[in-house]
């Protein structure tokens, strides 16, 4: 069975997330070894909306410094999940 708290990891908070949550676009980090399928089957069940697509993508690291050490950030899976018209998940809206 299929753990949906394990696939979605956390909703993703930024300025970028904010214009596209007005567009009924949210935002989630995600397991890397999601599917889109699963991504959307996870959105459906934890917060009982209807979603319409997903569109997934892999954030590469970057470069970071730490005094005199150099190194990544780590490398991270986004989805963008399109919900259905006059929907909305009320965890993002602050309701």
Excluded at 44 to 71: D, E, S
């Amino acid at each position: 069975m299929i753990n949906y708290e394990q696939i979605l990891i956390e909703p993703v908070l930024s300025e970028k997330a904010n214009v596209l949550r007005e567009e009924g676009k949210y935002v989630f980090k995600v397991d890397p070894r999601a599917t889109k399928i699963q991504i959307k089957e996870a959105v459906r069940k934890l917060y009982n909306v209807h979603p319409i697509a997903c569109t997934t993508m892999v954030v590469g690291g970057k470069p970071k410094r730490q005094r005199y050490k150099a190194g990544y950030t780590a490398t991270w899976k986004k989805a963008i999940v399109r919900l259905a018209k006059d929907e909305k998940i009320s965890v993002f809206e602050g309701v």
